[in-house]
């Protein structure tokens, strides 16, 4: 019960204190089921990312699905997805009974507009120390940005460049393991 406790305390803070969405709270959740509670390895969260972002769904919800069950099994997932979306729901709840003219206040459009390069920053940030956890190389990087190009400017679907990259990667596996062997 302790632990179950701790999973639902865990992801209310990530979800009551992190602005900006799924990649916002990566260094929060990184942070809590890595490094403080080692929950999980740092192996094990990359591949636990690398799964919730292709599962359908929010990301951060999918994280805490999947710590939650590697914890506590369904109960675990339910204990962490309810802590990582209740503090959402509560505010925007709140909103919506209280605050109606929220969005157009200017005190509130210049806050959002002043939290955009930190929801950046918290981007980036476990971006850059995923990368060195994998030991991804320039080709990684330099193609990991090709995709972001195309995604971004080229009108090409994400879902089409998942699949062309999981292949890929696939494909370079077995040219690698072939190599060893022969």
């Excluded at 009974?97 to 939290?115: A, D, P, Q, T």
């Excluded at 995923?130 to 330099?142: N, R």
Aim: proline share 4%; no cysteine.
């Amino acid at each position: 019960m302790h632990e179950l406790w701790q999973l639902f305390r865990s992801f209310f803070r990530i979800g009551m204190f992190t602005l900006g969405g799924g990649y916002a709270m990566l260094p929060l959740i990184q942070n809590e089921v890595v490094d403080k509670r080692q929950w999980v390895d740092n192996k094990e969260f990359i591949e636990l990312l690398a799964l919730a972002q292709t599962s359908p769904g929010p990301m951060a919800v999918n994280a805490a699905v999947f710590v939650g069950y590697k914890r506590k099994s369904i109960v675990g997932s339910l204990v962490a997805t309810l802590g990582i979306t209740l503090p959402s729901f509560l505010i925007i709840l709140i909103i919506a009974m209280y605050l109606v003219g929220f969005r157009e206040n200017h005190y509130v459009e210049s806050f959002f507009k002043g939290i955009r390069p930190a929801v950046v920053a918290l981007i980036a940030a476990p971006l850059y120390s995923l990368g060195k956890a994998i030991k991804i190389s320039w080709f990684g990087i330099v193609l990991a940005g090709s995709v972001a190009t195309a995604i971004a400017f080229g009108g090409i679907s994400p879902a089409i460049m998942v699949v062309a990259i999981a292949l890929l990667g696939l494909a370079i596996g077995i040219i690698q393991k072939k190599r060893k062997a022969g």
